[in-house]
């Protein structure tokens, strides 16, 4: 059972930073990760993914050159950098594990966190 626990969200200023983790029991390594976000009223939303070694990243247009995706394997958890925030990126942030073809649909990945809430005030 793969398990996965988001924090580091909270209120912030438009144009302020955050930084995301999301800490992952069991095969962290083997997996590619993503990261979803889902404001109110609105279908889950793709942000980055990172391939298991992290050899690859792929954003979202909107958050190219604010949100960066990074891991660490041997602390099994994977990160969401956010810089230059703005209010619309109010939403609730996930993170999952990639298990088939297909980084920006949510039905490719099988485990997700509970996800933690991030505001961003204007």
């Known amino acids: 059972q793969v398990q996965l626990v988001e924090s580091g969200g909270g209120l912030v200023q438009a144009g302020g930073s955050l930084r995301l983790s999301c800490a992952v029991s069991?095969?962290?390594?083997?997996?590619?990760m993503g990261w979803f976000r889902q404001a109110p009223g609105k279908e889950r939303e793709f942000v980055a993914a990172?391939?298991?070694?992290?050899?690859?990243?792929y954003y979202a247009d909107s958050m190219k050159g604010r949100f960066t995706i990074s891991r660490d394997n041997a602390k099994n958890t994977v990160y969401l950098q956010m810089n230059s925030l703005k209010a619309e990126d109010t939403a609730v942030y996930y993170c999952?594990?990639?298990?088939?073809?297909?980084?920006?649909?949510?039905?490719?990945?099988?485990?997700w966190g509970q996800g933690t809430q991030v505001t961003v005030s204007s």
């Open positions: 999952a594990t990639k298990t088939r073809p297909g980084g920006a649909v949510p039905t490719n990945y099988e485990y």
């Open positions: 069991g095969r962290f390594s083997s997996y590619a």
């Open positions: 990172i391939s298991y070694n992290a050899g690859r990243t």
